[in-house]
């Protein structure tokens, strides 16, 4: 018959050291930088053409029939991709403690991970949407009002 056996043979076990979980979150923080840093090497190492943001930019205009300043244009084509899908507790964290906070934080993470890696290779900037629509504009692809700083199709 089987029989359970209090002793433990604790050299075969794998035991994790004994730490808060604060400063379980620590090491997490310190990986999320880790995982920050091999995406930003990833996005300068695969840089996006220019023709293919100009592409899109273009798409946007043509799809859009309302005129449209040059942050509409980047936020709209370019930041609403990486975070329309993030949950609102994700985006807006309570403000717990303890335990709590522990494992508020551990559900978010992958939401994080993806979000921060989302941001560094996908993510173009304001000012270099500025300068595609401006070489747009000297191309006479797109049409510009001075007056109401507005970008639309050329027609």
């Not at 890696?117 to 504009?137: A, P, Q, Y």
Request: overall charge positive.
């Amino acid at each position: 018959m089987w029989q359970y056996s209090t002793r433990r043979d604790t050299s075969r076990e794998m035991q994790l050291p004994d730490l808060s979980f604060h400063e379980y979150l620590a090491v997490l923080n310190w990986l999320a930088r880790g995982f920050d840093c091999l995406a930003r090497a990833v996005s300068k190492w695969r840089q996006k053409s220019s023709e293919a943001l100009e592409n899109r930019i273009l798409d946007y205009l043509n799809t859009k029939a309302v005129p449209s300043t040059a942050s509409i244009v980047w936020a709209d084509v370019f930041l609403r991709p990486i975070i329309e899908d993030v949950p609102f507790q994700v985006a807006f964290p309570p403000h717990l403690r303890g335990w709590r906070r522990f494992k508020h934080e551990l559900r978010s993470l992958p939401f994080e991970l993806r979000h921060r890696w989302r941001v560094l290779t996908r993510l173009v900037s304001e000012e270099r949407v500025r300068e595609i629509l401006l070489k747009l504009l000297r191309e006479q692809r797109i049409d510009y009002n001075p007056a109401t700083e507005l970008y639309s199709r050329r027609r």
